[in-house]
């Protein structure tokens, strides 16, 4: 590689790229006559190199590399402008993100997705009818307390796993038709099935601590995120 071609604020004002030029010893020969064609030194490209300031230089543009800082992994409780919340954060898999709206229903998102009513996430993970949802949570709620189990299933326009998975699959992928029992199993394999999902030995210490699970550190079940983790999880919310 070669020494800067030009200086810093010449590749500014001309819209180059601040680096050195990549040579090599380029050697063309006839695959059948073994006969040499071209053996000399030509330029590869251009290697940008980083500035006294600390930045690259890029068509005239000048940057900053900024190495992303990740959370560890587990799941995160919080309060955000009176809206109770939390996120799973695995080693490996789709994040999750659960919060409740102003008007009390619970929503889920799915990496980023568009949001859709938590309870249909419940459907997909087992507990299909409203009685059964209600049966998990039936001693979450106090009488005066704000219910948002049921505003949420009054929010919920679905009726099994299988509306459920096509409601969600939906939300995640919009646009791209899909069946329900295909969007069924996708979205399982999402959080039960090892390989889609990965929490990591120390995000399955936390979960347990946090919720009161006594679940094992090690093994298939340890790594994957089910309906016991996610009713323990609203729970605590």
């Known amino acids: 590689v070669s020494d800067p071609i030009e200086d810093p604020k010449i590749c500014k004002k001309k819209e180059l790229t601040y680096g050195g030029i990549i040579t090599g010893k380029v050697k063309l020969c006839d695959a059948t006559t073994k006969k040499v064609l071209f053996n000399k030194r030509a330029n590869i490209g251009v290697l940008p190199l980083m500035t006294s300031s600390a930045s690259y230089i890029i068509n005239g543009v000048e940057k900053v590399v900024i190495s992303q800082i990740v959370r ?120 039960l099935s090892t390989e889609r999902i990965l929490l990591g030995r120390i995000a399955r210490r936390k979960i347990n601590a946090k919720l009161g699970l006594d679940k094992p550190l090690e093994g298939d079940a340890a790594q994957i995120f089910d309906i016991e983790d996610f009713a323990a999880a609203f729970k605590y919310l």
């Not at 008007?103 to 859709?116: E, H, L, Q, Y």
């Not at 009685?131 to 979450?140: G, K, L, P, Y």
């Not at 948002?148 to 919009?174: G, Q, W």
């Not at 646009?175 to 959080?191: I, M, N, R, T, W």
Request: hydrophobic letters at 40%.
């Open 72 to 191: 560890s992994y587990g799941i995160f409780f919080s309060l955000k402008e009176f809206r109770h919340g939390f996120k799973l954060i695995p080693e490996r898999g789709p994040w999750l993100e659960v919060e409740v709206e102003k008007s009390g229903v619970v929503v889920a998102r799915i990496n980023k997705s568009r949001k859709f009513p938590f309870t249909t996430l419940l459907r997909v993970m087992g507990l299909e009818t409203d009685e059964s949802i209600q049966a998990m949570f039936v001693d979450c709620f106090e009488e005066d307390d704000t219910n948002h189990l049921e505003l949420t299933l009054k929010k919920d326009t679905t009726t099994d796993a299988l509306s459920a998975a096509e409601f969600i699959y939906n939300k995640i992928r919009p646009g791209e038709l899909v069946d329900p029992e295909s969007a069924l199993d996708y979205l399982k394999l999402q959080f």
